[in-house]
């Protein structure tokens, strides 16, 4: 008998204060928001390190790579970003139109 009121009292309840689409979306800007700081901090460095490859080059190619590689990192980080606030930010403005109301 004991034993079954020390598992009731070291039983946890949950009680759920939103629901699953809430928290669905909670989860998505947070993880969004993290990856727009990580991704950001190392276009940076990456950007930094282009540029000084760029500045002490000592041929014109490997300038011209240098600054082919500064557009890809850049290209790169818009899309990763733009892809990741539609998904976090836009998606979830229609999640109501793809309902049919008789």
Do not use: C, E
Not at 20 to 41: E, H, L, P, Q
């Amino acid at each position: 008998m004991t034993l079954m009121w020390v598992m009731a009292a070291m039983t946890a309840s949950a009680f759920a204060v939103d629901d699953m689409w809430t928290v669905a979306n909670r989860i998505i800007v947070d993880v969004y928001t993290k990856i727009v700081g990580i991704s950001t901090v190392l276009a940076g460095l990456m950007s930094a390190v282009a540029v000084i490859g760029a500045k002490i080059s000592n041929n014109q190619h490997k300038t011209d790579q240098a600054w082919d590689w500064l557009k890809r990192i850049w290209v790169a980080w818009a899309i990763i970003n733009g892809i990741g606030a539609f998904i976090a930010y836009v998606a979830p403005l229609f999640s109501g139109l793809a309902t049919l109301t008789p």
